[in-house]
């Protein structure tokens, strides 16, 4: 059983930083995405940011130049460092795995993070 783990979100002021973590554990995978998707209140989910495990980075427009992904394949974790956040940046945070043979993914259970300005 495979458990996906979030952390590290909070209340923050507008130019902040947050650091998200994220922690994958029970099944043993190579060759997979780890990423970062987040849904505000009224509106759908949207991805962040991707890794894969070679070491792909992919982020969405409105996060490029202030988000940056990274990711330790040997332990599974992918952390999303969170810098000049603005108050669009308001949302919950899920982290996700995906399993690159056969796309089978799972998700954490979410982290808010909340930018006031």
């Known amino acids: 059983q495979v458990q996906v783990v979030e952390s590290g979100g909070g209340l923050v002021q507008a130019g902040g930083s947050l650091r998200l973590s994220c922690a994958a554990s029970?099944?043993?995978?190579?060759?997979?995405?780890m990423g970062w998707y987040r849904q505000a209140p009224g509106k759908q989910r949207e991805l962040v940011a991707t890794?894969?495990?070679?070491?792909?980075?992919k982020y969405a427009d409105s996060v490029k130049g202030r988000f940056t992904i990274s990711g330790d394949n040997a332990k599974n974790t992918v952390t999303l460092q969170m810098n000049s956040l603005k108050p669009e940046d308001t949302a919950v945070y899920y982290c996700?795995?995906?399993?690159?043979?056969?796309?089978?993914?799972?998700w954490g259970k979410g982290t808010l993070v909340t930018v006031s300005s």
């Open positions: 890794i894969t495990s070679g070491g792909s980075t």
């Open positions: 029970g099944s043993p995978f190579s060759l997979h995405t």
């Open positions: 996700n795995v995906k399993r690159a043979f056969d796309g089978t993914d799972w």
